[in-house]
């Protein structure tokens, strides 16, 4: 059965891959290496011993989805494509507009041209806003969101809703991510995002290897047990391996729900640091800036929903999350 992944050779695209591949899938990917590289692909390939169909595309473009479609019996999609850095797109609205929501339409509009209702969204926690408490949970309101991409992922699920209220043979499952990081174990893929890191744990392991001087933590005034941002760390391949029981989910159903994939565990910015230096036996020199404008208190997951309905949960900790990170920047530099 042939799954069609959008953004495949991203961070999360290349690791969903991995895990679809070893569940007996077949994978094909269309990306436009906007924030990845095509040698994800082989490794993808070398990790797996597998083949993959590789298409180097934008999902904006109708002509190039419809190909795809005509060339390979797609039974569900997994749509990571899109920009994600809450920060960039706070100074840059309209790209993130313009692609996270033209790519989607177009991808939609393409599946249903080709009878193809099953489909897995790449969302996120930030739909929630600044969440009223913590842990978050599915049914709490949505929004307001405090930057655009987050609004693209909110805007996204709506359209979705609206295009099962017009179809009902779709079936649809929204991912909500916490905050993703770590890398597989063969150090074969990871997160190199292709310039200055927006996230934290690929600025880290710059920092870690000395390529930048220090970590700028964005406020230590929250409200917060150390007064650092407090996030949901989840590992790639836990998160990965829950888009595969997604996918299950999409192929024998129809409707749409949202779940959280998360660990139900909220860790702030120096926990993360020095976790990170104490796991890798490693300096990581930081200075406390300012807050970073879109960024809230805390957000973390309420991880009921996706192991009941799902049977899935994440099984790795912050002190891997942090060992595989650092392991896959050290295999790129071999
Ligand atoms: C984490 C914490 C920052 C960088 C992410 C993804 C987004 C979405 C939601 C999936 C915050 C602090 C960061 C730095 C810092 N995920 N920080 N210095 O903003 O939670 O959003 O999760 O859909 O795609 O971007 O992640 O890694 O940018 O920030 O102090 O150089 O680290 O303030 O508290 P964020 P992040």
Redesign the pocket.
Known sequence: MKILVTGGTGFIGSHTCVELLDAGFEVVIIDNLYNSKADVVDKIESITGKKVSFYKSDCCDEDALDKIFNEHQIAAVIHFAGY????ESVAKPIMYYQNNLMSTLALCKVMAKHNCKRLVFSS???VYGNPASVPIHEDFPLGPTTNP?GTTKLMIENILRDILISDDHWSIALLR????IGAHKSGLIGESPNDIP????P?IVKVANKELPY?????NDYDTPDG??V?DYIHVVDLAKGHVNAVEKVLNSTGIDAYNLGTGNGYS?LDVVKTFARVNNIEVPYQIDPR?PG?IAQ?YASTDKAYKILDWKAEKGLEEMCKDSWHFLQMTKK
Do not use: E
């Open positions: 994600k850095a809450v920060g996120s926690a930030t991409y991510y916490f905050n993703p927006n996230n934290l744990m600025y970590l700028h933590v964005f406020g650092t941002g996030r910015v970073r960024d957000c």
